[in-house]
Each structure stands twice: as C-alpha cells, then as structure tokens.
C-alpha cells in the first residue's frame, strides 16, 4: 500500500516551508492542504490539539508535529535519496544544535522588526544582525551548512529567506550589506527545485505583512 502523506500549512509560515522542502527532497508525494490559521478547521485541531498549529505532516494517518521534529522524520523514514542529517554522530548532534539555535534566535527578533517601532524595533534589528552574523561565521566558506551537502541546517533557516524583503522594508537596512557570504548562500538554496518549490514570492510576502500591519493595528 502507498504511503499516505499529508501536509497541513500555512503558505506564510516558514516552518512550513522546511517540511516542504523536506519532502520534496525525498522526492515525497503529498497532499498540500493550505490551512486558514484566523478560522482553524476542526481537521488540523484534530490531528494538533495541544499546539493547534501548523505545519502537522501525516503519515498513514499518525500526526508528526513542529518542523525540525518532521524534518529528522522524513530522513529516517524514506532514508533512500538525499540525506538530510549526517551520519556522523558528532556532526548529526552539531546540526540539531543549529537547528535548535535558529528555532529559539531568528523569529523572535523578526517580529519586532515589522512590528515594532522606534527603540523595540532597532532592538530587533540589532538582535537579529547579531544572530545572522554567527550563523554566518558557522557557514564560513562551505557552501552548505553541511559542507557540500545541503541538508538539515540548510532546510531549517532558508524559509526565513523569503522574508527578508519585508524585514529590510519594514527595518529600512540591508541583510546583504551585513552578511554577504549568507546571501550568496541563500542565492545557491533557491536554485535548488526543491527550495524554488517550496519558498513564496517575496513581494507577497512582503503584501501579506503589510495586511497583517494593518490587521492588528500597526501602521
């Protein structure tokens, strides 16, 4: 029997994103089902009901839920094409440690950057250069996180790529002028079919926060 895959998501959220591209990594047919996080359906509450949110991956009908969780699943269940995580035990507890560092360090101080301003938002701003630059000094020269691989660190922080047009607009600076060597990395990710997949166009992006600006009464 074919595996049964479902993912339920939000097409913003750049958690999403890494499961998508995970999947589509391992060449994993799925069923996309987009998700209205402002009117939550009794499904996703269903197969979430402690977190209620999104991304939820099922498999044969059992929930796997947060991404960076999904991601290590996949691998270990269609282990066939593209690893994801390295086999090294040093080097697979290495990338859980970057993956674990984006998870608690990058989204908090995006969210002051557009929504937030004066001294909170350039607090965000200076949070959010200062963590880009470590990230930056552990890319170093490689071209993956992983070196030649592209994998698990990789996938867990370039959907946040397709967000930094609106963090640049909203924050009025330029994440290229401060990391160079993570742009040009993100630029080699996007050519990746899986990743041109998965990531939204920036300009929608971009148009969505400016809807949720308005939304919750920021302007």
């Not at 994993?28 to 939550?40: A, G, H, P, V």
């Not at 359906?41 to 929930?63: A, R, T």
């Not at 035990?89 to 004066?118: C, E, H, M, N, S």
């Not at 939204?200 to 920021?218: A, C, H, Q, R, Y």
């Amino acid at each position: 029997m074919a595996d049964e895959v479902i993912l339920l998501n939000f097409w913003p959220s750049m958690f999403g994103m890494r499961t998508r591209i995970a999947l589509e990594e391992k060449k994993i047919k799925f069923d996309y089902r987009e998700q209205d996080l402002f009117n939550k359906d009794s499904f996703l509450l269903e197969m979430n009901p402690v977190h209620k949110k999104i991304p939820v991956l099922i498999h044969n009908g059992k929930p796997v839920l947060e991404s960076l969780i999904q991601i290590e699943y996949i691998d270990e269940v269609w282990p066939g094409i593209n690893p994801l995580l390295p086999s090294d035990p040093y080097q697979r507890g290495q990338a859980k440690f970057w993956g674990d560092f984006i998870d608690k360090k990058v989204y908090g101080p995006t969210r002051l950057i557009w929504g937030a301003k004066g001294e909170e938002q350039e607090a965000g701003k200076k949070e959010f250069i200062e963590v880009l630059k470590m990230l930056e000094s552990e890319l170093g020269d490689k071209i993956y996180f992983g070196g030649e691989t592209f994998g698990y660190v990789d996938i867990a922080l370039i959907g946040f790529y397709s967000w930094f047009d609106a963090y640049e607009k909203f924050g009025s600076f330029s994440v290229e002028a401060e990391c160079p060597k993570l742009i040009a990395w993100a630029k080699r990710c996007v050519k990746r079919e899986s990743v041109a997949k998965s990531l939204p166009d920036s300009d929608k992006i971009t148009k969505f926060v400016l809807e949720l600006k308005k939304n919750i009464g920021i302007e």
